[in-house]
C-alpha cells in the first residue's frame, strides 16, 4: 500500500514537471535567409513564403514578414512609415488596448517598434523603413487570454521579430541613417484652390481642374504617383458612397482613418496586379472621391502631406 501511494506521488510530480516544460519560449535554432534579410525561427516551425509576405509559423503563433517596395524611402524615414502608427492606433482601439511607439535598432537598421497591450491581449509589429523598400514583421493575429503579455509564447514570437537583420548593406543606402528621424522632409510652397477645395503643393508638383481636380508631379514618368479629387455627390454620406463601391467591385477592404483635419472611408482593392485607393470624405452638402494607386512609399508620403492640408468646402 505503501508502494503504491510512493508511486502515485512519483507520477504526480513527474506530471507537474512535464507540465511546467510545456510552457517554455520556444528556443531559435534555425535562421531563415530572404532575399536580403535573415530571421531566426524555432526548429519545427514552417517557413511560407508567397509573394510579398513570408510567414513563420508555429502551432502557437505566426509572424508575417513583408518586404514592399517603397521608392524614395530612406533607413531611419520614420515620417515614412508613420501610416503604422495610425493603423496600430485602430487597431488598439478596436480590442479596447493601449498602444506605445520608440524607435530603436535592429543592429544597423533603425526602425520603429510598435506594443499593443491591454489586460488580456498583446500584439507587437516593427516597421523598418530601408532604401527604397519597408519591411514590417509582426505578429499576424494578436494573442488574446489572461496575461497574454506573461505568456512565453509570445515571448517567442518577440524574440523571432527581433531577430530580423538586413544582410545585404546597399539597403541601408550609402549615407548614415538620420538620427532624428525627419530624413527626407516633405515642403509644402505652393496653394492650389477652387470652389470646392483648398491643398498645399510641394515643389515639382501641380494641381488643375474643377469638378475633377488632378493632382501630380510635374515629371510625367512620375505621373503615377498623383492622385484626383472628385466632387462625388450631393447630399451623400461619406460611408455609404465607399460601401456602395465596395459593394459594386464585390472585394477589397474598408477602414476609417483621419489624415489632416479631415475623417476619409478608405477603400483599398486590385486591378489586376495594381493596387488602387479610393477615399470619401465630406459633410452635408459635397462628398469627395479621392482616387490613387497604392499609397505605399514615396507617393504615399507626399500624398499624404498635400492630403492632409486639404480643406473642403461645403455650402
Known amino acids: 500500500m505503501k508502494a503504491t501511494r510512493i508511486f502515485v506521488a512519483l507520477c504526480a510530480i513527474v506530471a507537474l514537471l ?94 520603429l517598434v510598435i506594443d499593443i497591450a491591454g489586460e488580456n491581449v498583446t500584439w507587437e509589429k516593427i516597421g523598418v523603413p530601408l532604401k527604397n523598400n519597408i519591411a514590417t514583421i509582426s505578429l499576424k493575429d494578436p494573442f488574446e487570454g489572461e496575461k497574454a503579455a506573461e505568456s512565453p509564447y509570445f515571448k517567442s514570437a518577440s524574440e523571432i521579430i527581433f531577430s530580423f537583420r538586413i544582410t545585404d548593406s546597399s539597403y541601408l543606402g550609402p549615407e548614415k541613417p538620420p538620427q532624428n528621424g525627419n530624413g527626407g522632409e516633405i515642403k509644402l510652397e505652393k496653394r492650389f484652390e477652387n470652389e470646392n477645395l483648398s491643398l498645399m503643393l510641394p515643389s515639382g508638383w501641380e ?28 447630399n451623400r454620406d461619406p460611408k455609404n458612397a465607399c460601401q456602395s463601391m465596395s459593394s459594386s467591385l464585390s472585394g477589397g477592404t474598408i477602414q476609417k482613418t483621419r489624415i489632416g483635419g479631415n475623417d476619409y472611408w478608405m477603400f483599398e482593392y486590385l486591378v489586376g496586379q495594381t493596387k488602387m485607393v479610393s477615399m470619401f470624405s465630406g459633410q452635408k452638402g459635397k462628398v469627395f472621391l479621392l482616387s490613387s494607386t497604392s499609397f505605399n512609399g514615396k507617393p504615399s508620403r507626399i500624398a499624404e502631406k498635400i492630403i492632409g492640408s486639404m480643406s473642403f468646402k461645403h455650402p
Do not use: H, W
Open 18 to 111: 512535464s507540465c511546467g516544460t510545456e510552457e517554455k519560449p520556444l528556443p531559435l535554432t534555425e535562421t531563415y535567409f530572404g532575399p536580403f534579410y535573415r530571421i531566426d525561427y524555432p526548429k519545427n516551425a514552417r517557413i511560407d513564403p508567397a509573394g510579398d509576405f513570408t510567414n513563420i509559423i508555429t502551432d502557437r503563433f505566426v509572424v508575417e514578414v513583408k518586404i514592399e517596395p517603397s521608392e524614395g524611402l530612406k533607413p531611419g524615414d520614420f515620417e515614412g512609415v508613420a501610416f503604422l502608427k495610425e493603423q496600430s492606433r485602430k487597431m488598439a482601439d478596436e480590442l479596447g488596448a493601449k498602444v506605445s511607439f520608440r524607435e530603436a535598432r535592429l543592429g544597423e537598421a533603425p526602425c
Open 207 to 234: 494641381a488643375g481642374g474643377d469638378g475633377v481636380v488632378l493632382v501630380c508631379p510635374k515629371d510625367i514618368a512620375k505621373f503615377d504617383q498623383g492622385f484626383t479629387v472628385t466632387v462625388f455627390g450631393e
